[in-house]
Each structure stands twice: as C-alpha cells, then as structure tokens.
C-alpha cells in the first residue's frame, strides 16, 4: 500500500482521468471523488468519509490489482 504525505492527502483536479494519472505514476492508493463544485479531488486511503460532505464517490485506485478502478 501506497502512504501519502498527510498536507497532501487531497489534491484536486479538472477530470477523474488527471486524477488517476496523477495517483497511478506516483504510486498512490486511494480514491477520486467528485465534487458538487465541479472537478474532482484525489483522497488517500484513510480519507475519513464524510469529510468532504458535497463528494460523491467516483473510483478507487488499488496499485496492487493493476492500477485501479471498481
């Protein structure tokens, strides 16, 4: 499993494709969320559900099983 630097556990993005690139070339697990504001944020494993209260679950990233996505 991948760790992410906890001040950088979230980065937003403009597409779920930029997201993804962006976890998968670095090594990252996680989740791509979208976001009632538009775009999307890219969340570490541990991201507590609930914190971002406008997000809707849009895919996983698990490295271990080829790169993502359910």
């Known amino acids: ?14 597409s ?3 997201a993804r690139e962006y976890m998968t070339t670095r090594g990252f697990e996680g989740q791509i969320l979208a976001r ?15 914190f971002y ?3 809707v679950h849009v895919e996983t990233v698990t490295l271990g099983t080829g790169g993502c996505c359910d």
Do not use: L, Q
Not at 2 to 8: A, F, G, L, V
């Open 16 to 18: 779920v494709e930029e």
């Open 36 to 50: 009632e504001s538009g775009g999307y944020t890219a969340v570490c494993p541990t991201y507590p559900e609930g």
């Open 1 to 14: 499993m991948s760790e992410w630097n906890y001040t950088k556990c979230a980065k937003p993005f403009s």
């Open 53 to 55: 209260p406008d997000a």
